[in-house]
C-alpha cells in the first residue's frame, strides 16, 4: 500500500499559521482591552504580542519559500505556482504568485511595518498604543482567519502528489514579477498603519494632531508605494503584453488607483490640519476610506466580483468574508468619527476663495471624484448583473471621456495651488503670482498650436459630441505647472538668500531640507506635469498590421529585390530580415530580425518574438520597443508561418510615452525629498537630534526595502537571457474561419492585419465593439489580434457595405444599424464597450458636478462665516503684548527654529 | 452649626516622573539567552544541510531567527504583566506637551507668514496683520508654558495672571507719564533753546492693544473664565511698590502669601 505523502514543512506551517491566528487574536484582546481599561501592563503586553505576531508569520512564510526552493510539491500551492525548471528569483517570487500566498505575504508585510511602527512610536503614543495593536492586529485576523479557513497555503495533496509542478504563468515570469506585486502589497499595506492610528486616536479622544505626526511617513511610504506599483504595472503591460498601451482601466489596475486618490486627497489637507487646524474629521475619514479602498482593491481582485486578467479567479465565500470585514470597518471608523464630531471643530475658518486651503478643498473633492467615479464604473458590470441581471461593462473611451477634464483641473491646480497664500491671497499678489505662469502657458500654447498641428487633435471629452484639442490645453497647462514651481524655487531661494546671506547653491539645499516637505512637493507637482506630458501623446499616436512574405535574407539569396522586405510606417522604414526560431527547457521562441531605420540612418536591429509554452499555457508576444524621448517605435510579431518564413507585423508609433516613466522618476524623487530624516537635516545642521528625527531616521530605513529587491531583480534579468538557439517547426501563420473561432482568442493567428477599418464609421464601430472570444478581457475589435476579432470586423466591413457612408446621416444610420445587429446576435449590450444607456453618463455628471455645486455653496458659507469670525476676532480688545520679555522669548524661538 | 471644612493648602507640586520604556527595564538575560541561541540553531542547520549555504538554508536560518525572535518576544510579554510602569503611562505629556506642540505650531505658522511675505505671496501690510494674531497667541502659550512648569494649581495661575496683568497695567501707566513728562521737556527746551535731558529721543510708545488671538488658534489651555479676585485678596493700590521683576515666580510667592495671609484670617475669625 502506498504511503501518505506528507510534508513536514507543511506540517509545521500550518501549526506556526494556527498559533499565529491564535497569538493575533490574544493581542488584539490585550490591546483594546487594556487601553480601554486604562491598564498598562495590559498595553505592554500587547506590544510584545505584536512583535512576536510578527515572528511567527515569518516562520510561516520562511517555511513556505522553503518549500518552494526545496521543490516540495506535495503541498499543493508549491505544484500549482512552481517547477523544478524555474530559477530561484522566481521560485521566491511565486510566493505571491497566487491567491493563497499572496495573502500570506499581505499579512507578513503588514506584520513587519506594524512591528517598526509600534517599536518607533509606543513610547510616544503609550496611551494610545493598545488601540493601534488591537486595530492591527484585528486585521491580521482577518487575514488569517481567510488563510486557515479558505486558502491555506500548506494544504497537501493526499494521494500522489506529482512529481512536478506546473510552473508559473509564463505572463508572471519576467522580473517585473519581482517588483510589481510587492511594491504595490506595500503601498496596500502601508495604509493600515495610518488607519490604525486614526481608529486609535478616534477611540482614545487623543483628537489633537500628535496621531497626524506620526502617521505622515507613513501615508508618504503609502502613496510612494502605490505610484510605484501602478507604474511598474504600466510599464509591465507595455513591455509584455504587446498592445501598445501601459493602461487600460483594468479592474485590478484600478484597485491600485482608487486608494492613490484618497491618500493623496490626505496628503494634502493633513498640511491644513497642521497649519490652520482646520479638516479634522475629513482627515480622519480620508484615512479610513483610503484604508477601506485598500481592503476593497484585494476584495475585487479576491473574489471575482470583477473580470480582469489580473484577478486571482472566483471564490464566494471569500467575497462574503470581505463584505463583512469591509463593512465592519466603514461602520466602526466612521460612527466613532461620528461620535467624536464635537471634538473635531475647526480651530481655523475659510477666510477666501483665493487661498490655499481652497484649493486643496477643491484638489480633494476632485481626488474624491476620481475615485468615486472609478470605484462606481469599475463596479457597474457587477451592478448591472445584480440588478437587471445583464452585465454592462465599461471600456477605456467612457473612462477617458470623465477622466480627461478631471485630470486637467488637477494638473491646474496642481500649478496654482503654491502661488497662494494660506488664509487669503489679495488681487493684487494674486495677479503677481499668477503672471509669469500663465504667460508661460499662453506662450507654449501658441508655439505649440502653431507649429505642432499633432496638438490640435481634437479629443472626446465628457461626451463623444464634445471635441476639443485637449493635448493643447495639456500642454499649456505642464507649462503652468512648470512656470509655477520654478518661480516657487526662485522666489524661495531668493527669500533663503537674503535670510542666511549664503550663496545659492548652499541657500538652495537649505531651503529644501529645512523645508522639504514643501519643496518634495513641488517636485511631486512637477512630476505630475511631466506625467501629463506622456499621457498626452496617447492621443496622436498610430498603429498599423502589415504581412511580409518573404524576409530579405531569402530575396537576396533568391536574387529578387529586397524592397518587398520593407515597409514604412510615418517616416520609419523596417526591414523584415529574418525568422529564427530557439528553444530552451520552458519554451520555443521564433524571433523575427527587423532593421528599424529613419531615412538614410539605420537606428537598430529589432526582435519581436512570439513564445509558444511547453506545458501549454498561452503563447505570449516578447515586443521590440526603440525609444526615443520623442516616440517609441513598438513592433509586435502577430504572426508567422516557418515554413514559408511570412511574418504578420503590427506596428505602433507612441509619441512621449517615456515622459511617463520619466514622470515617475521625479515623483521618486520629490517623495525621497519629503521623506529625509530629520537626523539628517539636524546632522547636517549641526542640530542636537530631536525625538523625532530619530523617529523619522526609519522612514528611511524603509526605502532600502526597495533596494533589496534590486539583486532580485538583476538576478531575474539574468535569467532572461537568450537560451539555447535551436530551429523547430512552429504554428502556421492563418487558419480558416470555423478553426480560428474554435480556438478562441489566440492571437498568435497572423490574422492582426486582416479586415482592418477601410473607413472612419468602420474604425469608430471597430473601437465600439469589444472582442468576444472570452479569452482577450474584452479588448475591441479594433485592437484584439486575434483570428475571432478579425472575423467580427469582417462581419461589420460586410454589413457596413450595404449602406451609402457618403450621404448626409449615412454613417450615423449605418453606426446604429451595425451595433443593434451586434446586439441581437449576441443577447444585449455585453459586446459594447460603452453601454448607451443615459444613466451611464448621467450618474456620474450628477455626482461630479453636482458635487462641485454642492462645494462651492459650502465653501461660500464657510468662507462668509471665516470674515465673520476673523472680524470679530479684529475687533475684540486684544492681548497685550507689550510684555517685552516674552516677544523676546518668541524671536529667540522663531530664530532657532529654521523652518 | 459646624462649618463648612477648609480646604487643605495645596501640596507642592510633584514634577512628572521620565517616561519609561515599554516594559519596564527588564534585565539583559532574556535578549542575552536569544542572542546565545542564534549560532547553535544556525549552525546545526548549516551541519545538516552539509554546510551547503544554499538559499534554502538561508531562509531555514532566517526562520530560526525568527523562532528565537517569537520566543523572546512571547517571554517579554509575559513579563510585562510584572514589570513597573510609570502611573502617569495614560496621561503621556499632559498639558505641558499639549501646550509645546502648539507653540511649534505656532512659530511654523509664524515662520510660513514671514516666508510667503519674503516670497511675494503676502503683502508686508497682510503679513503684519496676520503675525499680530499669532505672536499674540504664540506668547499666550509661552506664559502658559512657564506658569505650567512650576507646577502651578489651576487657581494658582489665575491669581498669577490677574497679578501679572495688573502688574502690565502698572508699568503702562507709568510709561504714559514718562512720556508725557518727556515729550514737556522737549517742548520746553524747544522753546528755551536748550537741549532736553532725552536728547530729542521719542517718547517710547505706551503699549498699544492690539487684536486678540483670532479664531484659528487652538483653544487656550487655562480655564477660559478666569475667577474674580477673592475678597480676601489685598487689592493692589496706586501706591503699593511694583516688584522689582514680574517674574512668574515673584508673582506666585506673592499669591501664595496672599492666599496663606486670607486662609489665616479665616481661621482666626
Not at chain 1, 502528489?161 to 510589481?180: A, C, D, E, F, R
Not at chain 1, 463596479?379 to 480627461?404: Q, S, V
Not at chain 2, 497695567?169 to 520746553?188: D, I, L, S
Request: with cysteine.
Amino acid at each position: 500500500m502506498n504511503e501518505l505523502p506528507s510534508s513536514p514543512i507543511a506540517t509545521v506551517g500550518t501549526i506556526a499559521l494556527y498559533l499565529s491566528y491564535v497569538l493575533a487574536a490574544a493581542t488584539a484582546a490585550t490591546g483594546i482591552v487594556g487601553n480601554a481599561r486604562k491598564n498598562p501592563r495590559l498595553v505592554a503586553a500587547s506590544v510584545y504580542g505584536l512583535y512576536g505576531f510578527f515572528a511567527m508569520i515569518a516562520i510561516t512564510s520562511a517555511l513556505l519559500v522553503y518549500a518552494f526552493l526545496t521543490h516540495d510539491f506535495t503541498i499543493k500551492y508549491v505544484a500549482a505556482t512552481s517547477d523544478t525548471s524555474m530559477t530561484t528569483s522566481y521560485k521566491i517570487t511565486a510566493f505571491w504568485g497566487a491567491l493563497d500566498g499572496s495573502l500570506l505575504f499581505w499579512v507578513f508585510v503588514l506584520g513587519a511595518f506594524s512591528t517598526i511602527a509600534i517599536a518607533v512610536n509606543a513610547r510616544r503614543h503609550r496611551d494610545m498604543i493598545g488601540f493601534v495593536v488591537g486595530t492591527i492586529m484585528v486585521v491580521q485576523v482577518f487575514f488569517i482567519t481567510l488563510l486557515i479557513f479558505n486558502k491555506d497555503p500548506f494544504t497537501t495533496f493526499l494521494t500522489d502528489p506529482p512529481t512536478n509542478g506546473q510552473g508559473l504563468n509564463p505572463l508572471l515570469q519576467n522580473y517585473w514579477m519581482v517588483i510589481h506585486p510587492p511594491s504595490l502589497y506595500i503601498g496596500f499595506v502601508a495604509a493600515t498603519i495610518p488607519f490604525a492610528f486614526a481608529i486609535a486616536a478616534l477611540a482614545s479622544g487623543r483628537l489633537d494632531d500628535l496621531w497626524l505626526g506620526s502617521v505622515r511617513t507613513w501615508s508618504l511610504i503609502c502613496f510612494f508605494f502605490l505610484s510605484f506599483g501602478l507604474i511598474l504595472g504600466g510599464r509591465w503591460a507595455y513591455e509584455e503584453l504587446g498592445w501598445g498601451g501601459y493602461w487600460a482601466w483594468d479592474p485590478v489596475e484600478n484597485a491600485g488607483l482608487i486608494p492613490w486618490f484618497t491618500m493623496t486627497a490626505f496628503l494634502h489637507t493633513a498640511v491644513i490640519q497642521e497649519q490652520r487646524g482646520m479638516m479634522k474629521a475629513w482627515n480622519l475619514v480620508l484615512v479610513i476610506l483610503t484604508f477601506f479602498f485598500t481592503i476593497f482593491g484585494t476584495f475585487m481582485t479576491r473574489s471575482g466580483v470583477v473580470q480582469s486578467v489580473h484577478a486571482f479567479g472566483k471564490d464566494d465565500q471569500i467575497a462574503l468574508e470581505f463584505i463583512v470585514f469591509m463593512l465592519f470597518f466603514l461602520i466602526v471608523g466612521l460612527g466613532l468619527v461620528i461620535y467624536r464630531l464635537p471634538r473635531l471643530r475647526n480651530n481655523g475658518a475659510f477666510e477666501s476663495f483665493a487661498s490655499r486651503e481652497t484649493a486643496f478643498l477643491v484638489n480633494n473633492w476632485i481626488l474624491l471624484a476620481c475615485a468615486v467615479f472609478v470605484l462606481f464604473v469599475t463596479m457597474l458590470p457587477t451592478i448591472t448583473e445584480h440588478l437587471f441581471g445583464e452585465r454592462k461593462t465599461i471600456g477605456a473611451a467612457f473612462f477617458n471621456l470623465w477622466m480627461t477634464p478631471l485630470g486637467l483641473l488637477l494638473l491646474f491646480l496642481a500649478g496654482a495651488a503654491p502661488l497662494l497664500a494660506w488664509r487669503k491671497t489679495t488681487g493684487e499678489r494674486l495677479i503677481a503670482q499668477f503672471l509669469w505662469p500663465t504667460a508661460a502657458a499662453v506662450v507654449t500654447m501658441a508655439l505649440l498650436g502653431a507649429g505642432v498641428p499633432a496638438t490640435r487633435a481634437l479629443t472626446p471629452v465628457l461626451d463623444d459630441a464634445l471635441r476639443l484639442p485637449v493635448p493643447l490645453f495639456t500642454f499649456g497647462l505642464c507649462a503652468f505647472v512648470f512656470g509655477s514651481i520654478v518661480q516657487e524655487y526662485i522666489r524661495g531661494l531668493g527669500a533663503r538668500m537674503k535670510q542666511t546671506g549664503s550663496d545659492p547653491f548652499t541657500s538652495l539645499v537649505g531651503l529644501v531640507l529645512i523645508k522639504r516637505r514643501k519643496y518634495g512637493g513641488y517636485v511631486i507637482h512637477l512630476a505630475i506635469a511631466v506625467l501629463f506630458i506622456g499621457f498626452a501623446g496617447k492621443t496622436w499616436d498610430t498603429m498599423v498590421d502589415r504581412t511580409i512574405a518573404k524576409p530579405a535574407v531569402e530575396l537576396a539569396a533568391s536574387k529578387q529585390p529586397v524592397d518587398a522586405s520593407r515597409f514604412t510606417v510615418r517616416g520609419y522604414t523596417f526591414q523584415y530580415e529574418a525568422l529564427e526560431q530557439v528553444a530552451d527547457d520552458n519554451k520555443i521562441a521564433t524571433y523575427a530580425h527587423v532593421t528599424l531605420s529613419r531615412g538614410k540612418e539605420k537606428l537598430e536591429l529589432m526582435h519581436p518574438a512570439r513564445n509558444s509554452y511547453r506545458r501549454g499555457t498561452e503563447p505570449t508576444s516578447e515586443v521590440a520597443i526603440h525609444e526615443r524621448l520623442s516616440e517609441d517605435v513598438y513592433v509586435v510579431l502577430t504572426g508567422f508561418d516557418t515554413d514559408t518564413k511570412t511574418a504578420n507585423f503590427r506596428v505602433y508609433i507612441n509619441p512621449l510615452v517615456n515622459w511617463v516613466w520619466i514622470g515617475f522618476v521625479f515623483l521618486a524623487i520629490g517623495t525621497f525629498i519629503c521623506l529625509i530624516p530629520q537626523g539628517l537635516v539636524d546632522l547636517v545642521s549641526g542640530r542636537p537630534k530631536s525625538a523625532l528625527g530619530r523617529a523619522a531616521d526609519v522612514a528611511g530605513l524603509l526605502l532600502i526595502v526597495g533596494a533589496l529587491l534590486a539583486p532580485m531583480v538583476a538576478a531575474a534579468r539574468a535569467d532572461d537571457e537568450p537560451p539555447l538557439r535551436v530551429a523547430q517547426a512552429g504554428p502556421p501563420a492563418e487558419h480558416a474561419d470555423a478553426e480560428v473561432r474554435a480556438r478562441g482568442h489566440a492571437d498568435d493567428s497572423g490574422w492582426s492585419h486582416r479586415y482592418r477599418p477601410d473607413s472612419p464609421t468602420a474604425e469608430k464601430l471597430m473601437k465600439q465593439l469589444v472582442c468576444m472570444c472570452g479569452g482577450c478581457q474584452r479588448e475591441t475589435l479594433f485592437d484584439c489580434k486575434c483570428g475571432f476579432a478579425a472575423t467580427e470586423r469582417k462581419k461589420v466591413l460586410d454589413l457596413l457595405a450595404g449602406f451609402d457612408l457618403t450621404k448626409p446621416g449615412g454613417p450615423g444610420a449605418a453606426e446604429k444599424a451595425v451595433r443593434d445587429a451586434f446586439i441581437r446576435e449576441y443577447g444585449g449590450e455585453d459586446v459594447l464597450a460603452t453601454p448607451r444607456g443615459k444613466s451611464t453618463w448621467l450618474v456620474p455628471y450628477l455626482a461630479i458636478v453636482g458635487g462641485l455645486v454642492v462645494l462651492g455653496v459650502i465653501t461660500a458659507s464657510f468662507v462668509k462665516r471665516g470674515r465673520a469670525a476673523a472680524a470679530a476676532a479684529a475687533a475684540a480688545p486684544g492681548v497685550s503684548i507689550a510684555d517685552e520679555k516674552y516677544a523676546d522669548r518668541l524671536d529667540d524661538e522663531l530664530r532657532d527654529n529654521d523652518a | 452649626m459646624r462649618e463648612p471644612a477648609r480646604p487643605e493648602p495645596p501640596l507642592p507640586p510633584r514634577p512628572l516622573p521620565p517616561a519609561r520604556a515599554v516594559g519596564g527595564a527588564s534585565s539583559l538575560i532574556a535578549p542575552l539567552i536569544a542572542a546565545a541561541l542564534l549560532p547553535p540553531g544556525w549552525m546545526f542547520i548549516a551541519h545538516a544541510h552539509r554546510w551547503h549555504l544554499t538559499p534554502s538554508v538561508i531562509v531555514l536560518c532566517l526562520a530560526w531567527t525568527a523562532v528565537v525572535g517569537a520566543g523572546y518576544a512571547l517571554v517579554r510579554a509575559g513579563n510585562a504583566f510584572l514589570d513597573e510602569v510609570p502611573d502617569d503611562w495614560f496621561t503621556a505629556g499632559g498639558n505641558q506637551a499639549e501646550l509645546e506642540r502648539e507653540k511649534k505650531s505656532l512659530v511654523r505658522a509664524i515662520k510660513e507668514i514671514e516666508f510667503d511675505r519674503d516670497t511675494g505671496k503676502l503683502s508686508p501690510a497682510d503679513a503684519a496683520a496676520l503675525l499680530v494674531a499669532y505672536r499674540a497667541r504664540a506668547i499666550e502659550v509661552i506664559k502658559a508654558l512657564d506658569l505650567g512648569a512650576i507646577g502651578m494649581t489651576p487657581r494658582e495661575r489665575i491669581l498669577a495672571e490677574i497679578q501679572a496683568r495688573a502688574q502690565l497695567e502698572r508699568q503702562a501707566g507709568k510709561a504714559k507719564a514718562k512720556a508725557a513728562k518727556a515729550t514737556k521737556g522737549a517742548k520746553a527746551t524747544k522753546d528755551n533753546g536748550k537741549p532736553s535731558k532725552d536728547n530729542g529721543k521719542p517718547a517710547p510708545e505706551a503699549p498699544a492693544a492690539t487684536p486678540a488671538a483670532t479664531a484659528d488658534a487652538a483653544p487656550a489651555a487655562e480655564p477660559a473664565a478666569v475667577e474674580p479676585p477673592s475678597v480676601d485678596t489685598p487689592a493692589p493700590t496706586a501706591e503699593a511698590p511694583a516688584p522689582a521683576a514680574a517674574t512668574p515666580a515673584a508673582v506666585i510667592e506673592e499669591a501664595r502669601a496672599s492666599d496663606a495671609a486670607s486662609s489665616s484670617e479665616e481661621v482666626a475669625s
